[in-house]
């Protein structure tokens, strides 16, 4: 794994508040989505949509955020050979413009540390770290900020580490 110091702190900050706060979303009616008897998880969709533009504009401005949305992580797409092997490349994405889809660069860039294939983000693994563990942090301080999502930001809080029992 690639690291520099503090990096290791802040892939853990990443996973834990995004953790956090995808569970808190699978507590709140509304916010929660999955099929009948199969796992939940957590809308982020919905919180997209909820938190709105305006949100999301004032993220996007932020030169410590803004690379999530101008240069996210890449991805493995399928493409085939000449003889149709199957032939893994590595592609730049643009991130989406839908409002509704706004946090997916937080979720490349947290499914790129956790697979290992990081590949373009290599050099610029800090940066994006870092931006996505921003975007949660205001994420949730909006949260708590507003009345229509101040049941997320109290299950966000309320979320722990389990002790073990004795």
Same mark, same amino acid.
């Given at each position: ?5 503090? #990096?290791?702190?802040? &892939?853990? *900050? ?7 706060? @995808?569970?808190? %979303? ?56 000449? #003889?149709?092997?199957? &032939?893994? *490349? ?7 413009? @839908?409002?509704? %889809? ?65």
């Amino acid at each position: 794994m690639y690291v520099e110091e503090g #990096l290791n702190k802040q &892939v853990f *900050e990443l996973f834990l508040t995004f953790s956090r706060l @995808e569970y808190a %979303l699978t507590r709140v009616s509304g916010f929660a989505r999955g099929a009948d008897g199969g796992p939940v998880y957590g809308d982020w969709q919905k919180l997209a949509e909820r938190l709105g533009q305006e949100f999301f504009d004032v993220q996007k401005a932020d030169p410590a955020k803004t690379i999530l949305w101008n240069a996210p992580p890449g991805r493995w797409t399928v493409t085939f050979d000449a #003889l149709g092997n199957l &032939v893994p *490349e590595w592609r730049a994405r643009q991130a989406p413009a @839908e409002l509704r %889809l706004s946090f997916e660069p937080v979720s490349w860039v947290r499914n790129c540390v956790i697979h290992g294939e990081s590949q373009d983000m290599v050099p610029r693994y800090e940066q994006l770290v870092t931006a996505a563990v921003a975007v949660l942090g205001s994420s949730v301080e909006a949260c708590m900020e507003r009345a229509d999502l101040e049941e997320i930001a109290a299950r966000y809080t309320e979320a722990r580490i389990q002790e073990p029992s004795h």
